[in-house]
């Protein structure tokens, strides 16, 4: 190699680790962004009111060699301004 297929080579090089790092670097910046919106919009779009938990129950259900487990709650739910029943 001579040195202009050096040079050419190195350049290229120097051109992909940029792309690279170009990149990471909207990743990186692109998923905290995306995170900020998607909660300033739940919390300004969203609603609270209050609730009672009622019950809990614990299932694991077992087909042979398999398993599955299942949480349940239960709750009360009263919208706010309704009257209470």
Known sequence: MDVVDKAA???????TITKLMAGFLAIVI??????LIVTTYVERTSLQ?????TAKR?????FGDTWRRVFEVTYRYQPS???YS
């Not at 080579?9 to 051109?15: G, K, T």
């Not at 009111?49 to 938990?53: K, L, N, S, T, Y």
């Open 49 to 53: 009111g209050d609730g009672e938990v």
């Open 30 to 35: 692109s998923v905290p962004v995306a995170w």
């Open 58 to 62: 614990e299932l694991i259900f077992m």
């Open 9 to 15: 080579a190195a350049d290229a090089a120097v051109r």
């Open 81 to 83: 301004g309704e009257p």
